[in-house]
């Protein structure tokens, strides 16, 4: 599994609250990635980590920010949640693949979040 | 930018027949495919992946995927399906496979195997 946990699991807010989700990883992978899950879109990726401090903007940036100044934590935050933010949301790490030189993404459990 | 079609949202099938879903992506110099499985109330595993090579592609619970250029197609197939692949598929596609590496997803096909 990659050694990925997410947390929390489950999260209920509401509108304008901050909210912080966390994915840790205990194989020192670099690159990270935070993608969100909605019915007809699939995933779409959020923003993604390339190293510490080093992070940089996905298809779907606007409303969320990321921090990693560890290598294994990449933290999500919505600075003031709307009800569009309802999602489940996916962290990823990339691992070398059966070739040594092409990357695969392993995903983590998922963190579904309500914004009533 | 890169883009991937899923033509079917659900696909119920019968235990032990054949299945195929279907995934079209948009032509790009360089693409790397891919398909992913979801069980329910889990995260995605890879099935399989396409990065070179052989256009057929054998992943894991025996299911392939056969990747065509003039087609921009990257269907995957079973030839006889059990109740335990009832899960979500999502096909996904890059431009490159080394360093950070920015999926596109499809929209995901939910096989329901019914006995």
């Known amino acids: 599994d990659a050694g990925i946990t997410q947390s929390p699991r489950h999260k209920v807010t509401e509108t304008g609250t901050p909210v912080t989700l966390r994915c840790h990883q205990t194989?020192?992978?670099?690159?990270m990635y935070w993608y969100r899950q909605d019915p007809g879109h699939g995933l779409r990726l959020i923003h993604y980590s390339y190293g510490v401090k080093d992070t940089d903007k996905g298809e779907v940036s606007d409303g969320y920010s990321v921090s990693r100044s560890k290598t294994e934590d990449f933290l999500l935050t919505l600075e003031s949640a709307t009800s569009s933010q309802t999602s489940v949301y996916f962290c990823a790490v990339g691992l070398a693949g059966g070739r040594g030189w092409d990357n695969e993404q392993f995903f983590g459990p998922g963190t579904r979040l309500t914004v009533l | 930018a890169q883009s991937v079609t899923q033509l079917d949202s659900q696909v119920p099938v019968f235990e032990e027949a054949p299945v195929e879903l279907r995934c079209n992506y948009s032509s790009s110099v360089s693409v790397y495919l891919f398909w992913y499985v979801q069980y329910p109330n889990q995260g995605l595993q890879l099935l399989l992946k396409y990065l070179s090579g052989s256009t057929l592609v054998k992943g894991i619970n025996g299911f392939e995927a056969e990747f065509n250029k003039s087609q921009t197609s990257f269907h995957l197939r079973k030839p006889s399906v059990h109740i335990s692949d009832t899960a979500e598929y999502f096909c996904?596609?890059?431009?490159?496979?080394?360093?950070?590496?920015?999926?596109?997803f499809g929209q995901g096909t939910r096989l329901t195997i019914n006995p």
């Open positions: 996904a596609v890059s431009d490159r496979i080394w360093g950070a590496q920015k999926l596109v």
């Open positions: 194989e020192n992978h670099r690159y």
